[in-house]
């Protein structure tokens, strides 16, 4: 009996034990593969990353602005033949990800988007063959990008320059730049750096908006029919706030103006008066009209870093919390992609195309480039009458105005430039517009970070819209 009941625990053991073997190899036969496979430190992961081929980038000139270079151990590393447009084709590094357009677009760029044939499948799992990616092409411009790096000279800011009506991103530029081409080597500098080079200012940043809002405000009072000819005393009185005092974007000779007059010069005391006949819901719809209640971006890139806070004081009782949000100095905060969708709304007779940045793909084996449909319904902003208003007003701020540095000849340039302030710091801005035939257009959006010169702003903003201009006339390029 004892012999007995050993052999039986022996057997339940070894029964035991044979079972474990079954549901291990079963696992591993099954699962396991997959779970080893996802497995971030796995080297056969690891080394397929590495020699994974990119697609690569070019510009709507198809100047090359990013490729994946072999190196002598097959592994790819990306090179950046222009890094003047690092603010928006990003990075891509093995050891610090992507950022930029290599981000928006790394599923194509990675070729996770290709349709797979049997072919391809045994070249990649049985021959051991890279992945290869989808080259893109953008709606940059790689020299007018250069030339907005020129004008800026060496200011902190951004700029965005979109053309309309098709909402291509012609470019777009925060400064300081980054060199991508040096990112490893220099991450931990550039991480630490305070001046922020990979914080991108023309879609992320969160800037007051200023003097920028006499724009809705003189929209709705040309709906309201205002006057705009007649006289206001003390027309270039400074507006005076809790935290700020605001006067004209530039100095006028003249103690009184008209509406028109004032918001050519961008004086605020007209608007202030302006304001105080709006109570606070009026303004609100006034704003979100413009909507500056949404958070505007190129699809596939981050939000604006903040928005309008609807539980703080941006829809104020008080009168004079009125004139401060209407001075543009309360809560709310824009960035340049925002403001250059309104001028783009404005110069389209009031509608704006949603911005866009990818034109097209090819497959890596092709010649040929396959558009990208992308139907995104216009944002409407205003009536095609105050639209074509409010393209006479800018027109005449660069005649006459603080936007007078704009003008360009043989280009028709509208705008309005203007200061904001943030704390102890102040920002100018430039929001404008060319023209081109066919009911075609360039809207334009600047801001210099710690500057009080709204004329350096428009004197870049003519700069590159005449530069857009010549670039975008029918004899040189159709494609807009």
């Not at 992507?98 to 049997?118: C, F, M, S, W």
């Not at 991108?200 to 724009?215: H, V």
């Not at 428009?458 to 004899?475: E, Q």
């Amino acid at each position: 009996m004892q012999l007995t009941r050993e052999i039986n625990r022996l057997l339940f053991g070894l029964m035991t034990a044979f079972a474990l073997v079954v549901l291990s190899a079963s696992y591993w036969a099954t699962v396991g593969p997959d779970t080893i496979l996802q497995r971030e430190d796995n080297p056969r992961l690891v080394e397929a990353e590495a020699r994974l081929i990119r697609g690569d980038i070019y510009d709507r000139q198809n100047n090359l602005l990013a490729t994946s270079i072999e190196q002598p151990n097959q592994h790819q590393q990306r090179s950046y033949p222009a890094p003047e447009v690092s603010s928006i084709v990003g990075y891509a590094s093995q050891r610090y990800g992507v950022g930029g357009a290599e981000a928006a677009y790394n599923a194509i760029l990675r070729g996770d988007t290709q349709p797979e044939d049997l072919q391809k499948a045994v070249l990649k799992e049985i021959l051991q063959q890279p992945q290869e990616g989808t080259p893109i092409r953008l709606s940059i411009d790689l020299t007018l990008q250069q030339t907005v790096l020129e004008a800026l000279e060496g200011h902190t800011g951004a700029v965005v320059v979109m053309a309309v009506p098709s909402g291509e991103i012609l470019s777009l530029v925060s400064t300081p730049l980054y060199d991508p081409n040096t990112l490893d080597a220099n991450w931990e500098t550039l991480v630490s750096d305070p001046d922020k080079p990979f914080f991108n200012r023309a879609l992320q940043g969160a800037y007051q908006p200023g003097g920028l809002l006499q724009t809705p405000l003189m929209a709705a009072a040309l709906l309201e029919d205002e006057p705009l000819e007649t006289l206001m005393p003390n027309a270039t009185e400074p507006v005076v706030l809790p935290e700020v005092t605001i006067n004209c974007a530039v100095r006028v000779p003249y103690e009184e103006l008209t509406l028109r007059e004032a918001y050519a010069f961008a004086c605020p005391e007209p608007f202030a008066q302006l304001a105080e006949k709006f109570d606070s819901p009026t303004l609100e719809a006034i704003l979100n009209t413009f909507h500056f209640d949404q958070s505007l971006t190129i699809p596939g890139f981050p939000q604006p870093e903040t928005t309008t806070d609807s539980s703080e004081s941006d829809t104020p009782t008080a009168p004079a919390n009125v004139v401060e949000s209407a001075m543009g100095q309360s809560t709310l905060t824009v960035s340049p992609l925002e403001i250059a969708t309104m001028m783009a709304a404005i110069v389209n007779d009031g509608n704006a195309p949603q911005p866009n940045l990818l034109l097209a793909t090819r497959a890596p084996d092709a010649d040929t480039w396959q558009t990208v449909q992308s139907v995104r319904p216009t944002l409407p902003f205003s009536t095609a009458r105050t639209a074509r208003q409010l393209q006479d007003l800018m027109r005449e701020a660069v005649a006459i105005g603080a936007a007078s540095n704009a003008g360009r000849p043989n280009v028709d340039i509208g705008g309005h430039a203007t200061l904001a302030y943030s704390g102890d710091e102040s920002q100018a801005w430039f929001a404008g517009f060319a023209t081109l035939p066919a009911r075609r257009g360039i809207a334009i959006a600047i801001v210099l970070e710690n500057s009080q010169d709204p004329g350096l702003a428009a004197d870049i903003g003519g700069t590159v819209l005449a530069a857009a201009h010549d670039a975008l006339l029918p004899t040189n390029n159709s494609a807009s």
